[in-house]
């Protein structure tokens, strides 16, 4: 049996002048150890937020396999900053003899007085970090009232410009000429009674109109209808908004019809800010609006009318409904039957507007039988590498992401909180910068969806694997059940499929 020995575990969430770094942590560690051999873990780029990370996880199952007997760290909010998770981590350890130890703030846990004041300790280190989000949220509300711009792409319309705000220097919309001809037609197209989505996108793909490099879909054209900043407010919009319960920072007199506005999510509203309007804030904006205070208010009516329709064959007619994808275009595939009663499979994009090729002839039990087969070749594989081996190649990918992705949202926060600071030099670049770090989040998502674990156990892929064993006998719910499991989803078209997995 493996000698159990000592473990000095380091975390750095940013490298930067004012954090201790990772081999600096290692020093003080190895002074307690006074020469001792140990075996090292260590995580830069990950927050103490949560416990979901590569080298914290390897030390934990190492614990569980009896090689270490202590953990020796800096100081505890290395460790953990989460109060739950800490007390969890505390009997995790009693239950596999492990003593815990931090350099710096000298805890016995093997005495009651000692587990206490750990409980105390990591009490303020939660408190600091909630501390943190309270002053970044404080400093996002207090620039919101101002009407400053909180950084991320313009809206379609527009452009940016330098603007100082208060002795704030930040940036404006200004309005694109090219851009706002194409603002005002979808207004008016919309504003009709008898006009769907459908008409618009359809109108846009056969004229060849194309929006910033992409053809005008569905979920864009209902954004830019519900987005106040291309309204030239007036005191219409003013009661509008009041009506539904928005809280209003400027005063009914200063609508007077020429300003857009921003729409901020409410601080005590966690709804979308574009479907639920009570609890969020308007602001006036200082750049130009675009679309008539009469015209918009039309179609945002209008848009508060309509009921969503859902496609009564998403669920009903297969079971990889919500999963398959058309290859051409990447919108849902439906389940239709045609007049001798056989179903296939077509593009939603398609059906909708006739602006997709479409994923030509795919009988839909063809589909099924082609998705099956492949969840049965995946099960095998599972079994012959292992389900905690895949698992374990799976989650390193996705950790990676997840590091990166912290580091981006970490320098945004820290990007947020100078807005607090008093060097107003600062103020230039931070709506430029947050773009940036936006656009490198967005890019970071989009891998991280291909790769995610979304926290699937083992346990879940036997019970798919199960399912799969007894696919005749099993129900239409299970069966969607393991697709669950196993697919992210499918790309097809007649003539090439292709499955994103799980795992």
Same mark, same amino acid.
């Given at each position: ?11 750095? &969430?940013? @490298? ?7 081999? &600096?942590? $290692? ?7 006074? /020469? ?25 199952? @190492? ?16 460790? !953990?900053?989460? $109060? ?11 239950? +596999? ?7 710096? =703030? ?45 950084? /991320? ?34 207004? &008016? ?25 992409? *053809? ?49 999510? /409410?601080? *005590? ?5 574009? +479907? ?11 750049? =130009? ?18 009921r969503k329709i859902y496609s009564s064959s998403k669920a009903i007619h297969t079971w990889l409904a919500g999963k398959i994808k058309c290859g051409n275009c990447g919108y849902a595939l439906v389940s239709i039957h045609n007049s001798s009663g056989k179903h296939y499979l077509r593009c939603a994009k398609r059906l909708d507007n006739k602006s997709c090729d479409g994923c030509g002839k795919i009988p839909t039990a063809q589909a099924e039988q ?17 389900? =905690? &081996? ?22 945004? =926060? ?13 103020? !230039? ?20 969806? *291909? ?36 697919? +992210? ?15």
């Amino acid at each position: 049996m493996q000698q159990r020995v000592p473990a000095v575990y380091a975390r750095q &969430s940013v @490298d930067k002048p004012d954090s201790i770094s990772v081999e &600096s942590q $290692i020093d003080f560690c190895k002074y307690e150890l006074r /020469g001792c051999a140990f075996k090292q873990y260590c995580d830069k780029g990950y927050s103490g937020k949560n416990t979901d990370r590569p080298q914290f996880q390897q030390l934990i199952r @190492d614990i569980e396999q009896g090689f270490i007997h202590t953990v020796v760290v800096y100081k505890l909010d290395r460790i !953990s900053r989460s $109060i739950l998770d800490f007390s969890n981590l505390m009997e995790f350890f009693q239950k +596999h003899d492990v003593q815990f130890v931090s350099s710096t =703030e000298k805890f016995d846990t093997s005495t009651p007085m000692g587990r206490a004041m750990l409980n105390i300790c990591i009490v303020f280190a939660q408190l600091e970090r909630e501390t943190i989000q309270k002053r970044v949220s404080d400093a996002y509300y207090s620039r919101s009232r101002k009407g400053l711009r909180m950084g /991320g792409k313009p809206p379609f319309g527009f452009t940016l410009e330098p603007i100082t705000i208060e002795g704030i220097h930040t940036k404006r919309l200004s309005l694109c000429p090219e851009e706002v001809p194409l603002v005002n037609q979808i207004f &008016s197209m919309y504003c009709r009674p008898q006009t769907t989505y459908g008409d618009i996108t359809r109108h846009f793909s056969q004229e060849g109109i194309i929006f910033r490099g992409k *053809e005008l879909s569905r979920p864009t054209l209902a954004q830019m209808l519900k987005n106040p900043v291309y309204v030239r407010a007036d005191k219409q919009v003013y009661e509008f908004f009041k009506e539904y319960g928005t809280t209003i920072v400027n005063s009914k007199e200063d609508f007077t019809g020429v300003n857009g506005c921003y729409l901020y999510q /409410g601080q *005590e509203t966690k709804e979308n800010k574009l +479907h639920n309007l009570k609890g969020q804030m308007l602001v006036l904006a200082p750049h =130009e609006g675009i679309v008539p205070a009469e015209i918009w208010l039309q179609c945002r009516t209008k848009l508060l009318k309509n009921r969503k329709i859902y496609s009564s064959s998403k669920a009903i007619h297969t079971w990889l409904a919500g999963k398959i994808k058309c290859g051409n275009c990447g919108y849902a595939l439906v389940s239709i039957h045609n007049s001798s009663g056989k179903h296939y499979l077509r593009c939603a994009k398609r059906l909708d507007n006739k602006s997709c090729d479409g994923c030509g002839k795919i009988p839909t039990a063809q589909a099924e039988q082609f998705v099956y087969l492949e969840m049965v070749k995946k099960m095998l594989e599972v079994r012959l590498y292992g389900i =905690e &081996s895949i698992l374990q190649k799976r989650s390193q990918q996705y950790g990676e992401l997840h590091a990166q992705l912290d580091v981006v949202e970490q320098q945004i =926060e820290a990007l947020l909180s100078a807005i607090c600071s008093p060097d107003t030099t600062l103020y !230039s670049y931070i709506n430029t910068k947050i773009q940036e770090l936006d656009e490198k989040k967005q890019q970071i998502w989009e891998k991280m969806i *291909e790769t995610a674990p979304e926290q699937i156990t083992s346990q879940q892929i036997t019970q798919a694997g199960d399912i799969i064993e007894n696919w005749r006998e099993s129900s239409f719910e299970e069966k969607r059940a393991a697709v669950d499991i196993l697919i +992210h989803r499918v790309l097809a078209t007649d003539q090439h499929t292709e499955i994103i997995w799980k795992i």
